[in-house]
């Protein structure tokens, strides 16, 4: 995978990247937007982290109906996307799962 090669090969470009992982966003948000904003040292705010929570509770994922796709109906599938590529698989200890299922939504409260 060239861009995975490249970022291993650029080390001094670190400072300019940061992972963020589906699951980790869909789980907590608040908490990769404050690693974001962490990372590039970026002012973040009470009224900000409000804001986020006002808007993440009016809208919730699936508000508009839900999207199922699939590597099969783009002509992917899973074992060769996995091997093209394993380098980043491997780092993220990423799998082929036998089934994706994704919550309907997150539930967010405003505390």
């Given amino acids: ?51 986020m929570k006002v808007y993440l509770k009016n809208n919730k994922q699936g508000k508009y109906g839900r999207h199922k796709y699939s590597l099969e109906e783009y002509g992917f599938n899973g074992k060769s996307v996995y091997q093209e590529y394993r380098d980043y698989m491997e780092h993220y ?9 994704r919550p309907v939504s997150f539930d967010f409260s405003l505390e």
């Fill in 93 to 101: 200890g990423f799998e082929i799962p036998d089934k994706i299922e």
């Fill in 1 to 51: 995978m060239v861009p995975f090669r490249y970022r291993n090969e650029h080390s001094e470009r670190e400072g300019q990247i940061i992972d963020c992982i589906y699951d980790e966003l869909f789980s907590d948000p608040i908490a990769m937007v404050r690693k974001i904003y962490e990372k590039f040292s970026l002012e973040y705010t009470d009224e900000f982290e409000q804001r």
